[in-house]
């Protein structure tokens, strides 16, 4: 069968593999890793494949459906976020006007969540495939294929006449040493120099080590919508075999982003893998999303074995704030890991939110000064989204905190995540003034660029960090400029 799978057009460059589906301040782009991993299975089973990235090539609609007359697909998987539902769904149309006899599976976190209303916006949309989609699709594509019934498809959602019918869920992959390597399938239809992430060194490359995270946050919305909270991982041998293949294969890859929810929830399994990196003699550079509960000794092994950021989820400086979203973490815990981490060596990315239960100006506060505590080498302060099929947007929308049920405001005008909270003593229109001197506030600190300076002297670090200061001063320039006008 020849499948065609996209990433496509937007009005914005927004990642829709992110856990923040949003047009970035400081120039990110992430791969459309979840699309790769199921061209790799696909490819497996025999398919003839071709993977587009349309937002990364900054083709329009007509441009990428010229890319997909010339292939000929007979079925055509459609990636999908809640912030471009919308057009992801007016994308669909299209390609049903200009290919009738197509096939088109919608996939993704919101039709995962939300599959009968997903299938409500449009007539084009033959199937829905439901949360981690790799061998879905292959079942899929095999039934079709063979032209046997869809109902044995778990995973799968699709319309017959005029009612849909849900399949039972997919259980979660659990050997995930069997799905094919994603970097191979990057450069087989990819370019790493489109991809950006301001974090890391570039041209960076997108890889995922394990699967699902056990931690209970209520706000997260892949481990709800999409990889489920069971942890899978790859087995050391397994993983580390891919990133020797980078260093061979890709040699202009100057950092690999290990893109799991949480890499380091097995700290054996993360010992072992530094172990591995080090008996092949591989001179990588690497960076992951920690959890702030990771001993020294740990930590300095990373270090030891190329790792050199960590992004932490602290979320809050306030513990009552930490127990109402069901982190599991103490601002006390988080402190300790923090000096531990820097006595590594490592350098950390520290995320934090405004908006989330509870919090008001004085928890918020609490939360900034925590920061300037903590004092990171970057931070990013982030309004609380609540996405669907979480908790967050259960708890918002029951209270009525929610400022709107269009999937087109979840976006702003310049292509950032909108404020869409708004509680009775912090209103949105506050956190959004709030967020940004936050920002400014904590960047002009004396003490951090002190520690920016001394910690930014190798040159792939000060391209990285230019870059993204040119990008975020722009944004600020313009949210000014907006409140002047406004």
């Not at 929810?261 to 054996?268: E, L, P, Y």
């Not at 893998?273 to 990373?302: E, G, T, Y």
């Amino acid at each position: 069968m020849r499948i065609l799978l996209v990433n496509p057009p937007f009005k914005f460059k927004l990642s829709r593999a992110s856990r923040w589906p949003e047009f970035t301040k400081s120039g990110t782009l992430y791969y459309p890793i979840w699309l790769a991993y199921a061209a790799g299975v696909l490819m497996k089973k025999g398919h003839n494949v071709l993977l587009l990235d349309a937002l990364a090539n900054g083709w329009d609609f007509e441009e990428t459906m010229v890319k997909i007359r010339e292939f000929k697909p007979d079925m055509v998987v459609v990636d999908s976020s809640t912030p471009s539902i919308n057009n992801d769904v007016q994308f669909v149309d299209e390609v049903k006007k200009n290919l009738p006899n197509v096939k088109i599976v919608l996939v993704g976190t919101h039709p995962s969540a939300l599959p009968e209303e997903t299938f409500a916006m449009s007539a084009s949309i033959d199937f829905i495939a439901r949360h981690e989609y790799d061998y879905t699709l292959r079942d899929l594509a095999t039934a079709l294929e063979n032209k046997k019934g869809l109902q044995k498809v778990l995973g799968l959602s699709y319309r017959e006449f005029s009612h849909v019918y849900s399949n039972p869920d997919r259980p979660l992959i659990e050997n995930l040493d069997e799905i094919p390597f994603v970097s191979e399938v990057y450069k087989k239809f990819l370019d790493a120099a489109d991809y950006r992430y301001a974090l890391a060194r570039h041209p960076m490359i997108q890889v995922m080590s394990s699967r699902g995270c056990p931690n209970m946050c209520t706000f997260c919305s892949l481990p709800q919508t999409f990889m489920g909270r069971k942890f899978r991982a790859r087995s050391p041998e397994n993983f580390v075999d891919e990133l020797e293949w980078i260093a061979k294969n890709m040699p202009e890859i100057k950092e690999i982003f290990i893109e799991d929810d949480t890499f380091t929830v097995s700290k054996q399994r993360v010992l072992d893998i530094c172990d591995l990196i080090d008996q092949r003699h591989l001179n990588i550079v690497w960076s992951v999303n920690a959890r702030a509960d990771i001993p020294f000794d740990v930590l300095k092994r990373m270090k030891e074995a190329g790792c050199r950021m960590l992004i932490v989820g602290y979320e809050s400086g306030s513990d009552e704030i930490l127990k109402n979203i069901k982190k599991g973490m103490t601002v006390k815990l988080a402190a300790n890991f923090t000096r531990n981490a820097k006595r590594a060596g490592l350098k950390i990315f520290g995320c934090f939110m405004i908006g989330l239960p509870g919090d008001n100006k004085e928890t918020i506060e609490q939360t900034f000064q925590f920061a300037k505590k903590l004092n990171p080498d970057m931070v990013f302060f982030q309004q609380a989204v609540p996405f669907p099929g979480t908790e967050f947007y259960e708890w918002v929308k029951s209270n009525r905190f929610l400022t709107s049920s269009k999937w087109s405001d979840w976006l702003d005008d310049q292509g950032r995540l909108n404020y869409l909270v708004s509680y009775p003593d912090l209103s949105n229109h506050e956190m959004r003034e709030l967020r940004d001197k936050l920002m400014i506030k904590f960047y002009s600190s004396p003490k951090w660029i002190v520690q920016a300076v001394r910690h930014n002297l190798h040159p792939s670090e000060m391209a990285r960090l230019a870059v993204a200061a040119k990008d975020y001063t722009i944004y600020l320039a313009g949210s000014a400029k907006k409140r002047i006008f406004k």
